[in-house]
């Protein structure tokens, strides 16, 4: 199952940037619930996009060694 907590992480520390671009933009919540984006470079909210060159099997492997405690967020 995926999971977007350790992305998260790798975000809020500043590594994130070794793996993805972000988009700016807002996201608008219509009343029935339903969403839809629009670009906006002064938006208030983001989504992340892999950087060219980067395979979710690279930031998995990256994910499972800090999970495992084979390395620290903080380490380059």
Sequence with gaps: RQ????IAVLQLFGQGKDFFS???G???VAPDGSNTWKNNE???HRYII????ISPE??????NR???GEMTVLEN
């Design 66 to 68: 800090l999970m495992a």
């Design 58 to 63: 690279t930031v998995s492997r990256h994910v």
């Design 22 to 24: 972000t988009v700016k």
């Design 50 to 53: 892999f950087q060219q060159g």
């Design 42 to 44: 002064n938006g208030r």
């Design 3 to 6: 999971s977007w907590d350790q």
């Design 26 to 28: 807002n996201c608008i």
